[in-house]
């Protein structure tokens, strides 16, 4: 069992950074699949970057590409999503996911809501125009 605990989200303006941390909790991470993802206000929750247990592939969305960059450091349980040239279309609850899976599956696999185990409660980001 993995708790996540998200935080570092706020209100900023456009073109502005922010770092999101998502603490783990109860197992080290090393062995896990770290992921964000965000849902805007009526919209459907979507995948922003992955990074897998392997530390061999990092995935990013289109939309955020050259934006953001996810890390993690195991020792910490922590994993990071820096985000940088912020639009107020980033504007959404960031939430943090983690997958026990250890056999590589692709990019569709990681990219998807449903292959993620655990979730964090989330972190708004606000981003002003």
């Known amino acids: 069992q993995v708790h996540l605990v998200e935080s570092g989200g706020g209100l900023e303006q456009a073109g502005g950074s922010l770092r999101l941390s998502c603490e783990a909790s109860g197992r080290t991470i090393s062995t896990y699949t770290m992921a964000w993802f965000r849902q805007a206000p009526g919209k459907e929750r979507e995948f922003v970057a992955a990074?897998?247990?392997?530390?061999?592939?990092?995935y990013y969305a289109d939309s955020v590409k050259g934006r953001f960059i996810i890390s993690r450091d195991n020792a910490k349980s922590t994993v990071y999503l820096q985000m940088n040239s912020l639009k107020p279309e980033d504007t959404a609850v960031y939430y943090c996911?983690?997958?026990?899976?250890?056999?590589?599956?692709?990019?569709?696999?990681?990219?998807?809501?449903?292959?993620?185990?655990?979730w964090g409660q989330g972190t708004q980001v606000t981003v002003s125009s």
């Open positions: 996911a983690a997958d026990s899976s250890r056999v590589w599956r692709g990019r569709a696999y990681y990219t998807a809501l449903g292959s993620y185990d655990y």
């Open positions: 990074f897998t247990w392997s530390g061999s592939n990092i």
